[in-house]
C-alpha cells in the first residue's frame, strides 16, 4: 500500500494534535498500521500500532496521552496525541504491513511500506 500522513504542526506544551495515515489498496483492513517517530539525531523508534482487529499497542513514553485508531472505511489509521512535551518533537512516519507478527510489531524493520513523514513540532 502507498502511505500519505498528515497532520503535523507546531503545537504549545500540552496542546494536542491528531496526525492521519491514508492508505490506498483495498486490502488496507488487514494491515497492521504502526507510527514510528524520529527526533534530532535519534534512531526511528516504535510509538503505537494497531492490528487489523483494532488491538492497540504503545510505547511506555506515550501510554496515556496518546490514541491510535483506524477507520478501515476511510482507508485512515489516526494518532490522537495529547498532553504534548518538548521530548515528543519529531518526524512522525506511519507504515503498514500485512503480516507483522506481534513479537516484531515495535521493529522498524517489520513495515515493508512507509509513509513520507509529517514534522510535530512541541514548543513555546
Known amino acids: 500500500v502507498q502511505l500519505q500522513a498528515s497532520g503535523g504542526g507546531l503545537v504549545l506544551p500540552g496542546g494536542s494534535l491528531r496526525l492521519s495515515c491514508v492508505a490506498s489498496?483495498?486490502?488496507?483492513?488487514?494491515?497492521?498500521v504502526s507510527w514510528f517517530r524520529q527526533g534530532p539525531a535519534q534512531e526511528r523508534a516504535f510509538v503505537a500500532g494497531?492490528?487489523?482487529?483494532?488491538?492497540?499497542y504503545y510505547d511506555d513514553s506515550v501510554k496515556g496521552r496518546f490514541t491510535i485508531s483506524r477507520d478501515n472505511s476511510k482507508n485512515t489509521v489516526y494518532l490522537e496525541m495529547n498532553s504534548l512535551t518538548p521530548e515528543d518533537t519529531a518526524v512522525y512516519h506511519c507504515?503498514?504491513?500485512?503480516?507483522?507478527?506481534?513479537?516484531?510489531?515495535?521493529?522498524?524493520?517489520?513495515?515493508?511500506?512507509w509513509g513520507q513523514g509529517t514534522q510535530v513540532t512541541v514548543s513555546s
Open positions: 489498496g483495498r486490502t488496507f483492513s488487514r494491515y497492521t
Open positions: 494497531v492490528r487489523y482487529n483494532h488491538i492497540t
Open positions: 507504515a503498514a504491513s500485512p503480516s507483522v507478527i506481534l513479537s516484531n510489531l515495535r521493529s522498524r524493520n517489520a513495515y515493508g511500506d
